[in-house]
């Protein structure tokens, strides 16, 4: 019986296992499932290596004895560690602490038993080779082996189920198929000890289950090792290039092809290096990209929720300020009955005090509206000559009593723009009162004219107050900014008036700038509206 080319199967299968064990090890020594991973692939490394021993050995019943003995030893374990590596692969392994030591310890009971002729006694021959021949303990191994897997596979199966990355799940699938591949295929491997025949095919688990895990490694990251091409071309180049080495003619071309596979071997090796610091930066700019789109989502949710305090803390605040203005002004009015002087002028500050609160509760809504992208406009075609004039009118008194100078220059004729007339009056009102506020001595002069050409009406806000630092210009429209020297003029300010005049300038198809010489030297705002057309006035109102 020639068994020699038989004896190959296990030889051959026992290589590819071993060197994806040894490769998962190197790749992260300390990862506890790699590490398991290269025990599992030596003790098959070690059955197979053990069964060619025993297939060369089959005419020497002493040698076969020890060689067959020796398969068990790494057999006995294969279960144990098999599951012990699901166990850690699916993240149960400490609750299965008690399991996997009792797994353990059953195996260790088995390879006391096996070297005490426990596990088998006598050699069966038969066609394609041999084998020990059971006795009866080796059916309770076969037992435990048969729970052992199963364990292992439900461990697979649930953590298949269960987990929700879809890389996890092809990871479990395909350890499933390579270990299962293996418990079948490999599991025909003990039916000669029960003198049942068969083509010896069980030594080739060896070589598919490894072809399998390499797929999901490669493919799937198993073992969480990232394979790249070219370590995979390397490997195989400097395989054959070591092979070609041994079929030297003589001692100058052995020298000649060493050479060469070390100066490959060294190459590969800076290759490989820069592949896998390109994958890594790579990988690392991935996760940064995609932690900052998950901050930025967390962001804006924290800020549409913010938007909506806001909103409706404003809306619940209008109503009863509404009211308080309402009874004061009757109050004021003596609707009530006459009231006396101290009583009026408390009145009048309450009076004062609720309007600043109205403002800013408005003002609030408007930013929040802004952020929304909520704000309604009426557009229509209006005489801005005559808005501007009728804010004007409203500061006269406001100037007069501050003892400043209020004047407002402006052509003989009209001048109509396009807009939302009434917000528009806003941002006017806003410049205004911000001018007389921050001037202390000289005056405010408003500034009105069109450039045809460019087809926008101008409107300049002139001050002589306190001027903006330039540092201040950059800031002005920013929410909530005020300068330090307002905020001494003016502590009751929100910060708030600029954003939204720009913002509802800039909504009205124009804009809004401001320019100051520095400190203490006046300021200048300047706002443009596109032209309109006077006859477009009965054009109705659109939102
Ligand atoms: P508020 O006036 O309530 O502080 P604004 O948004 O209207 O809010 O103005 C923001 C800041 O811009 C003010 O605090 C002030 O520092 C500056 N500012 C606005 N108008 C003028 C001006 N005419 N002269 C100098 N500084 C101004």
């Given amino acids: 019986m020639d068994n020699s080319y038989i004896a190959l199967l296990p030889l051959v299968s026992s290589v590819p296992i071993i060197i994806l064990g040894v490769f998962a090890y190197l790749k992260n020594r300390k990862s506890t499932l790699n590490i398991l991973f290269f025990l599992f692939s030596l003790a098959i490394f070690t059955w197979l290596i053990g069964s060619y021993g025993l297939f060369t050995s089959c005419d ?6 020890f060689w067959d003995r020796f398969v068990y030893s790494s057999v006995v ?47 069966f021959l038969y066609k394609w080779g041999c084998h020990g021949v059971a006795k009866s303990l080796h059916s309770v191994f076969l037992l435990y082996f048969g729970l052992g897997c199963v364990l292992l596979f439900r461990n697979l199966f649930n953590y298949y189920k269960t987990t929700e990355s879809k890389t996890e799940k092809a990871q479990a699938k395909y350890m499933f198929v390579s270990l299962f591949v293996l418990a079948i295929l490999g599991s025909t491997a003990f039916l000669p000890a029960y003198r049942i025949v068969i083509y010896p095919l069980g030594y080739l688990a060896g070589v598919l289950s490894a072809v399998i895990l390499a797929y999901a490694v490669f493919k799937h990251h198993l073992f969480d090792i990232r394979v790249i091409s070219t370590e995979v071309f390397s490997f195989l180049i400097l395989t054959v ?13 052995f020298i000649f092809k060493l050479v060469i596979f070390l100066g490959i071997a060294v190459f590969s090796r800076y290759l490989i290096k820069s592949a896998l610091k390109e994958m890594k930066d790579k990988e690392r700019i991935e996760n940064l990209a995609l932690s900052l789109e998950k901050a930025n989502a967390g962001l804006r949710k924290i800020d549409e929720t913010k938007s909506e305090f806001v909103s409706t803390a404003s809306h619940q605040l209008r109503t009863p300020l509404s009211i308080m203005k309402g009874f004061l002004s009757m ?62 009118d409203e500061f006269i008194v406001v100037a007069k009593n501050k003892g400043i100078m209020l004047s407002f220059e402006k052509l003989d004729e009209d ?29 405010v002069i408003m500034n009105l004219e069109k450039i045809e050409s460019e087809g926008i009406a101008v409107l300049r806000i002139i001050d002589t107050g306190i001027g903006i630092k330039e540092e201040g210009l950059d800031n ?65 109102a659109e939102e």
């Fill in 476 to 540: 002005l429209f920013k929410m909530f900014y005020r300068d330090k020297g307002a905020q001494k003029i003016m502590t009751s300010g929100s910060g708030l008036g600029l954003y939204i005049a720009r913002k509802i300038a800039q909504a009205n198809n124009g804009s809004l700038v401001a320019e100051s010489a520095g400190e203490g030297l006046g300021s200048t705002f300047t706002l443009r509206i596109p032209l309109g057309q006077k006859e477009k006035q009965e054009i109705p």
């Fill in 331 to 392: 109050l004021l009015e003596e609707s009530y009955g006459e009231i006396g002087g101290k009583q009026r002028q408390a009145l009048e500050k309450t009076y004062e005090t609720n309007e600043r609160l109205i403002h800013l509760v408005n003002e609030l809504l408007d930013v929040s509206r802004i952020e929304k992208n909520k704000v309604q406009l009426f557009f229509s075609y209006c005489n801005f000559t005559e808005t501007a004039k009728s804010v004007f």
């Fill in 77 to 123: 374990f294969l279960s144990a560690i098999g599951f012990h590596i699901t166990s850690v692969f699916s993240g149960k392994q400490r609750k299965q602490t008690l399991l996997i030591t009792g797994l353990y310890a059953v195996s260790l009971i088995f390879f006391v038993a096996n070297w005490q002729g426990g596990l088998i006694d006598g050699i």
């Fill in 415 to 443: 001048i109509y723009v396009y807009c939302d007339a009434e917000k528009i009056r806003e941002v006017i009102q806003n410049l205004i009162d911000n001018a007389i506020k921050y001037t202390d001595s000289g005056g």
């Fill in 241 to 253: 290039l070591f092979v070609d080495i041994f079929l030297y003619r003589n001692a100058e071309e």
């Fill in 60 to 65: 020497n019943y002493s040698r076969a004895i």
